[in-house]
């Protein structure tokens, strides 16, 4: 059977304009306040009004003028149906993480098909959680309900209240819950509502008990079609919401700012979207740029300030792509007020999903390490953060390269190594190596550090550097001093003394 999330978000016509903001997030904006007295109009009527002017008793159907006669400060907008529509499509897109399945319905409703997706995301309450919070990351207020039809779901959620969602997982639950709603919830019950009223058909039992016949000749057929997909009688053929093929998304802030934590809230909100479409085409993002846009300097046009984040590894989760982000942004001192922002993808891999088996995964201890080394690069910056790389050469002060820190760096090609080379010695070598070597005295025949060395192994020759004029023709040692400590020392065969050098190189542990 399958299980849809119905998410219906009710501000909408308000949100358009004014989005919710988190308190903390609101405080830092400059030019406006959540609290205003917000009245989108339809033409000369109210067609929704915010907190603040409802309790000046605004209400939806008022008249222009008896608007401004109650509250003469109000905030007059007219509706944006073009925009309402933008936002619905940016929550589908986010959406598309949970579920490949994702309907825009009417009346602003998104529909998720997941009854794939329970197991993945930790079960059906849990996955109502992450849709919910999905919704607030994106500045809206919203209502949820979940039923095993499409169109089920859409009715119960336009009747949830904000506090009590309405969840049937069978149909049995679902028509106890349909038989209670009003007719007037059918989008084709809306011409024949008066004429269904003077039957005394107020809820949706009541329509269920019509007959059938009557109905369709008078109703149409299209009213009966919609009740039966309702309660399950007949199929669904829901039309798919479809990513676009390139992702660039950008938002106009709700008020200029300069304060880089303030940012988040935007570059929250876009990469929420970027995340859905990277599920949608099954990627992972390795590099994206988040760009803002000034606001203009007297009649000067300020160049737009550029963040480009690179990751180690792709990734494809919105919350590690955000703490990456905020690394990057703490680093930047913003002189003139930021008015928009716009995130762009710029380097995309295919995504390999995790491992979904009963036992723990060997890798967790990896990809933890390189979240470390993401947030280190986006914070001290990818110069300070380096690794050590082998290099195919026997000279031991050349055997590593330091390197910018990438993940799964190929074997880097040898430039200038000699023919026939071969991975550097199996024989043990100390983890300390000093930056140069150091001269040792002698003892006679000894070398000294601190006491006389003893000696502990047999040479190890080394011969090599003949080809970049610093030819190494050393016999290496493992020796011991008076305590024990161990070192690698080693012997030159040629000086210009005409007698044998000796030099500390490393120390072992």
Known sequence: MRCWIALHLPWLILEVFRPILPPDEAAGMTGGAASDALVVMDGERVRMASAAARQAGIVPGLRRAGALALLPDAILRERDTQG????????????????????????????VEVSASLRLFGGLSALCRQVGQTARLLGHASRLAVAPTAAGAWL??????????????????????????????????????????????ARLADLRRLPRAGLIRRCGQALVDELARAYGDAPEMPAWFLAPLQFEAQLALPARTTQVET?????????VQMAGWLAAHHQAVHAYELVLEHEPLGRRTLPPTRVMVRLAEPG??????????????????????????????????????????????????????????????????EAQVSQLVLHDEHRPEAAYRLLPYVVSRPAPAIAGAAPGAIQASSKVRPVWLLDSPRPLAMQGERPVHGTPLRVLTHAERIESGWWDDAAALRDYFIAADAQGALLWVYRERQTSRGQAAWYLHGLFG
Do not use: M, Y
């Not at 349909?178 to 509502?193: Q, T």
């Not at 940012?263 to 990469?271: C, E, I, K």
């Open 84 to 111: 309402e529509q933008r936002l619905l499509e940016t929550v589908a897109l986010a959406l598309l993480r949970f579920s490949p399945q994702v309907v825009l319905a009417g009346e602003h409703v998104v529909l």
């Open 156 to 201: 119960l959620a336009r009747q949830s209240s904000g506090r009590q969602h309405r969840h049937a997982t069978d149909l049995a639950r679902l028509c106890a819950l349909l038989d209670d709603l009003p007719v007037s919830l059918l989008s084709e019950a809306a011409p024949h509502l008066a004429w269904l009223e003077q039957l005394g058909c």
């Open 263 to 271: 940012l988040l809230f935007g570059a929250r909100r876009l990469l």
């Open 316 to 381: 494809a989760a919105p919350a590690h792509l955000l703490n990456v982000l905020k690394e990057q942004l703490a680093r930047h001192r913003l002189e003139t007020p930021v008015l928009e922002l716009r995130l762009c993808v710029s380097q995309v891999v295919p995504h390999e999903p995790g491992n979904a088996s009963l036992l723990p995964e060997p890798g967790r201890a990896r990809q933890e390490f390189v979240r470390l080394i993401e947030r280190l690069n986006a914070r001290l910056g």
